[in-house]
């Protein structure tokens, strides 16, 4: 057990909605990434927040959103659902300050698996 | 950018044979590495890093690194295979001081009884 808390579990929704994942950070972590598995692309980053602020993003759609509240849990928003957005995804966690030179490793949740039908 | 090469997406090794997955990475400067390990319907856990120091990195479960600077590589292996180590490896990589990974595409590791 990661110590990092994905739900929910599985999500099945229709084009065009919008969804929210929810993510509870390992406890003391004070980064939280956000990461899509789909089996074309692979993993690949979408944005990192550090202590409610973001700090960078990656291949992330206008359409998806996220935030990390005072608590520390994040939550990723994906609106106007298309079918390709169908995949895996996962919010890891860190102690790591950005920027500084730190060893301390990412830990995963066990994802959401979204589907659009 | 940094990128991440995985060679075979799929490798299969009887038990008790020797386990090597390769990766190689691109970066301008030595980046941090990192292998990862995902069981079917769980998250990535880590098996090893490489940041500093010595180039040869020992991870859980058996399994070790090495870092090569000239070849640009980190190959994953293990003496020999179990049945438990059957799961899908991905290799990442961080500039310094970031934890922003590239993975590569992964590689599904069949152990044959």
């Known amino acids: 057990d990661s110590g990092v808390t994905q739900t929910p579990k599985h999500l099945i929704t229709a084009t065009g909605q919008r969804v929210t994942l929810r993510c509870s950070p390992r406890?003391?972590?004070?980064?939280v990434y956000w990461y899509q598995q789909s089996l074309d692309q692979g993993l690949q980053f979408l944005i990192q927040y550090y202590n409610g602020e973001e700090r960078a993003k990656g291949n992330i759609l206008e359409r998806f959103s996220a935030q990390q509240f005072p608590d520390l849990h994040s939550e990723l928003n994906l609106s106007s659902l298309e079918l390709g957005d169908s995949a895996l995804y996962f919010c890891?966690?860190?102690?790591?300050?950005?920027?500084?030179?730190?060893?301390?490793?990412?830990?995963f949740g066990n994802g959401t698996r979204l589907t659009v039908t | 950018a940094q990128s991440v090469t995985q060679l075979g997406s799929h490798v299969s090794v009887s038990e008790g044979a020797l386990v090597l997955l390769r990766c190689n990475y691109s970066?301008?400067?030595?980046?941090?590495l990192f292998w990862y390990v995902q069981y079917p319907n769980q998250g990535l856990q880590l098996l090893l890093k490489y940041t500093t120091g010595a180039t040869l990195v020992k991870g859980i479960n058996g399994f070790e690194a090495e870092f090569k600077k000239s070849e640009t590589s980190f190959h994953l292996t293990k003496p020999s295979a179990h049945m438990s180590d059957a799961a899908e490896y991905f290799c990442?990589?961080?500039?310094?001081?970031?934890?922003?990974?590239?993975f590569g595409k992964g590689t599904k590791l069949s152990v044959i009884p």
């Open positions: 970066s301008s400067v030595p980046p941090y």
């Open positions: 406890s003391g972590d004070l980064s």
């Open positions: 890891a966690s860190s102690v790591a300050l950005p920027g500084t030179e730190d060893n301390s490793p990412l830990h």
């Open positions: 990442a990589s961080a500039g310094a001081g970031s934890y922003q990974l590239t």
